[in-house]
């Protein structure tokens, strides 16, 4: 079993920044990926940014988090990170921090583990 509790959400105004952290117990090593996922009121949950847990690869980015979001892990801390910069009022929503054992592909988003979520909210 993987535990995940993520922290670091908040209300910012438009433009400025957050880091979400998420910290992992349990049996880590397993792990192959972690992502963070959003989801605002009345939507659906949308994948953010997904890292592999090993050395090789690049980070995978929604559209909406190209440019402004950067993903990162430190293995040592067993935590992963979401800087967010440039935050939008559309950027408002729930931030979840998921991770899976499994090899997957980017259409796969039923990832195993999840956190209870961190509240971010963007006012104009």
């Known amino acids: 079993q993987v535990h995940l509790v993520e922290s670091g959400g908040g209300s910012v105004q438009a433009g400025g920044s957050l880091r979400l952290s998420c910290v992992a117990s349990?049996?880590?090593?397993?792990?192959?990926?972690m992502a963070w996922f959003h989801q605002a009121p009345g939507k659906e949950r949308e994948e953010v940014a997904r890292?592999?847990?090993?050395?090789?690869?690049?980070?995978y980015y929604a559209d909406s988090a190209k440019g402004r979001f950067t993903i990162s892990r430190d293995n040592a801390k067993n935590t992963l990170y979401l800087q967010m910069n440039s935050l939008r009022p559309e950027d408002t929503a729930m931030y979840y921090c998921?991770?899976?054992?499994?090899?997957?592909?980017?259409?796969?988003?039923?990832?195993?583990?999840w956190g209870q979520g961190t509240q971010v909210t963007v006012s104009s």
């Open positions: 349990g049996y880590t090593s397993v792990l192959k990926y």
């Open positions: 998921a991770a899976d054992s499994r090899w997957l592909s980017l259409t796969r988003v039923d990832f195993i583990y």
């Open positions: 890292i592999y847990t090993g050395d090789s690869g690049s980070p």
